[in-house]
């Protein structure tokens, strides 16, 4: 059974830059894409992105290049960063993966909240 | 991008229902549609994909049709577990969007 962990601070100050881990098990971390979407509190679900195993990237423009995502494959781990962030990214953050080519979001993390405040 | 637009945005039922959640897309997605089921501290869990396959361990009490613009996920018979929030999703093409949610409570 696929289970993805997403892990970081649960409090950004506004300009900084807010990071985040999702950490994958119980399946071989090749073969996919894995992704980031969000959910503001009270507001429907954004595509913040995703990685293929080789680097390639595909984000959401509406982060207008905001948004950054790493993968380490030794450690089956991927990484989200968004840079200059406002009270607008608080929001529960979900990592997932996607099965590729058809873009089917089959497994999601429980999600971290993420409160941007100073 | 693609806007999907599910209704209703909630619905009350009573176990043993029949309950039927519609999405339109704004342009054509062939079948590239999926539905996923949420409930509230847990991960989200897909329950269909490509508009009317069962993903893998869902009761088949879940059943989903359409193609183009307009798609449905239907509960043949509400099962206290199925009180939950479902979104639509399309995967034709990037950015990916989602529906804004229909909630089905309690009735």
């Known amino acids: 059974q696929v289970q993805l962990q997403e892990s970081g601070p649960g409090l950004v100050k506004p300009s900084e830059t807010l990071s985040l881990t999702c950490t994958v098990s119980?399946?071989?971390?090749?073969?996919?894409?894995w992704g980031w979407i969000r959910q503001p509190p009270g507001k429907g679900l954004e595509w913040i992105g995703y990685?293929?195993?080789?680097?390639?990237?595909n984000y959401n423009p509406s982060l207008k290049s905001r948004a950054t995502m790493s993968v380490d494959t030794s450690k089956n781990k991927f990484s989200l960063k968004v840079s200059s962030v406002s009270a607008a990214d608080t929001a529960v953050y979900y990592c997932?993966?996607?099965?590729?080519?058809?873009?089917?979001?089959?497994?999601w993390g429980q999600g971290i909240l993420v409160t941007v405040s100073s | 991008d693609i806007q999907m637009t599910q209704s209703p945005s909630s619905l009350s039922a009573s176990a043993g229902d029949r309950v039927t959640i519609t999405c339109r897309a704004s342009?054509?997605?062939?079948?590239?549609l999926n539905w996923y089921q949420h409930k509230p501290g847990q991960a989200p869990k897909l329950l269909i994909y490509?508009?009317?396959s069962l993903q893998s361990g869902v009761p088949s009490r879940f059943s989903g049709s359409g193609s183009g613009t307009d798609f449905t996920l239907t509960i043949s018979s509400l099962q206290p577990e199925d009180f939950a929030t479902y979104y639509c999703?399309?995967?034709?093409?990037?950015?990916?969007?989602f529906g804004g949610g229909t909630k089905v409570e309690i009735k």
């Open positions: 997932a993966r996607l099965t590729s080519g058809s873009l089917i979001l089959d497994y």
């Open positions: 119980g399946d071989s971390f090749s073969s996919y894409y």
């Open positions: 990685i293929y195993n080789s680097g390639s990237t």
């Open positions: 342009q054509s997605i062939d079948s590239y």
């Open positions: 490509a508009a009317s």
């Open positions: 999703q399309q995967s034709s093409s990037t950015p990916l969007t």
